[in-house]
């Protein structure tokens, strides 16, 4: 480098220039620890613009509604600026605002290296974002299961059956054990149904469909089974129809509900809440390029998913909870994919936040130049 020795700016400015065109999101701070620039790839990632942050220092309060970063970060800052050995840290969750008022988490790997005059470096190797549910996978799995479904059912049927007729001959306490088999069949024919769905390769009737009808009725459902937590809706009123299945819709949402109840059970923060939110996201596509703008999120404040089996929660026959089956997320994974749309999950103790991204219908009106929907305009294809 040209720049004569402590003047940190020059070398930093000249390192950023090398840095501006990485794939990899980077980050220069000044010897303060405060931002001095974003190479184009950190901007996306954390969706800050240099201008807007140059001079804070990532912990600053003003900064607290677009990016909240864990503590140690700026700890890891002072401790690179102190070394002259580059410091690492793996899994940093980053929590950045979107312009939908959400946030997403987001976690990498952070390298740190204290730049020649002064101030450090900051590259960040992505972790992936959130988890999604996987492509194609488990389908072959699936497609056994379905099969072996099928030939249970019939002989658990006559296992019922007989039970059933035992009981009326048998004494109180051994009705009990009678009984015990009734329900256990019962609960294995419910788990072989739903393994059934899956195999259900008929596309999703997808038509207009409000989508605040669909979680209304969705967290209807749920409340009459009377093991509902607090729930409060918050939604955009001008969201336009979603092309969507209603009814799978329906028990896509359920699921999610149930899954976050069934956690917030399990260990109940002080005041239990689902959060049901709508909002327009014109900038979200699926892998295909097709938009899929509108949104809904379930979060809740519960002990968040186990570290386990995070990367795996939309595999069929994954659990974390005691009886569980592990099939609802397989499902709600499944129903998404058939519909084109996204699904993406953020986690951490005291939020857990599945936030679905679907598909507007067209306008019954056709596309007309002169009538734009003002509110929320159809992306540029
Ligand atoms: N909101 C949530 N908070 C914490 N953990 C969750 C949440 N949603 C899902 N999980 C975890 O993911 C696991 C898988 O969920 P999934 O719905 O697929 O299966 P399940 O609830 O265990 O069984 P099933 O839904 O088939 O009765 C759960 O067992 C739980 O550990
Ligand atoms: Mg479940």
Redesign the pocket.
Known sequence: MTAPPGNGHDDAAAAAAGFAGLPLPVVLFDAQGRFLRLNEAAERWLNLSTRSVRGLSPGDPSLFARLRVAAEVPALLAAAAASEEPVHRRRVTFQIGDRAGGWTLRRGAVHLSALPGGGSVAAIVPDGDGVEPPRRGARAAIGMAEMLAHEIKNPLAGIRGAAQLLRQGLGPEDRDLADLIVAESRRIVALMD?VERFGDTSPPRRGAVNIHDVLDRARRIFELTGRAPRMVSDYDPSLPPALVDADAMVQLVQ?LL???A??LGRAPPPDPLIRIRTAYDGTVRADTGEPLPLQVEIE?N?????DA?ADQ?FEPF????EN???????LVGKIVTDHGARIRVD?QPGR?LFRLSLPRAPDPRGPHPHRPDSRHPEPPR
Do not use: C, W, Y
């Open positions: 739903q699921n149930r899954n976050a069934e956690a809740d519960g002990p968040g998913i186990p089996i929660i994954v659990s974390g909870r569980g089956t592990g099939l609802g997320l397989a986690s857990t």
